[in-house]
């Protein structure tokens, strides 16, 4: 079984985070550390739409706006103890 149908299972509940394969660094050769679920923002629907959205909204307030349309996604980090390299698995149930 592949590491994402792995990472799936243990969200869905069918298995647990615990039984994951090793996720292998791909400088050092030894598994990483999984670090748990993390949300990404990745900002609000206005940022397209350049002066339109400045006219509508204001330049005030486009931060408030950006806030309530800001679409989070959540990733799985793992981090190699060795040097430190960082990587982030796509969540299978909220993710891109």
Not at 7 to 12: P, T
Not at 30 to 37: F, L, N, Q, S, V
Not at 65 to 94: A, S, W, Y
């Amino acid at each position: 079984m592949g590491f994402f149908k792995s990472l799936r299972n243990a969200m869905e509940g069918t298995s647990s985070a615990q039984n994951l394969p090793d996720h292998m660094c791909q400088s050092c050769q030894i598994a990483m550390e999984y670090r748990g679920p993390h949300a990404l923002r990745t900002g609000g629907l206005n940022r397209g739409w350049g002066v339109a959205a400045d006219v509508l909204l204001g330049a005030r307030d486009e931060a408030f706006f950006d806030q309530l349309t800001e679409k989070n996604i959540i990733v799985h980090v793992f981090v190699c103890p060795d040097c430190g390299r960082i990587e982030m698995i796509n969540d299978p149930r909220r993710g891109f």
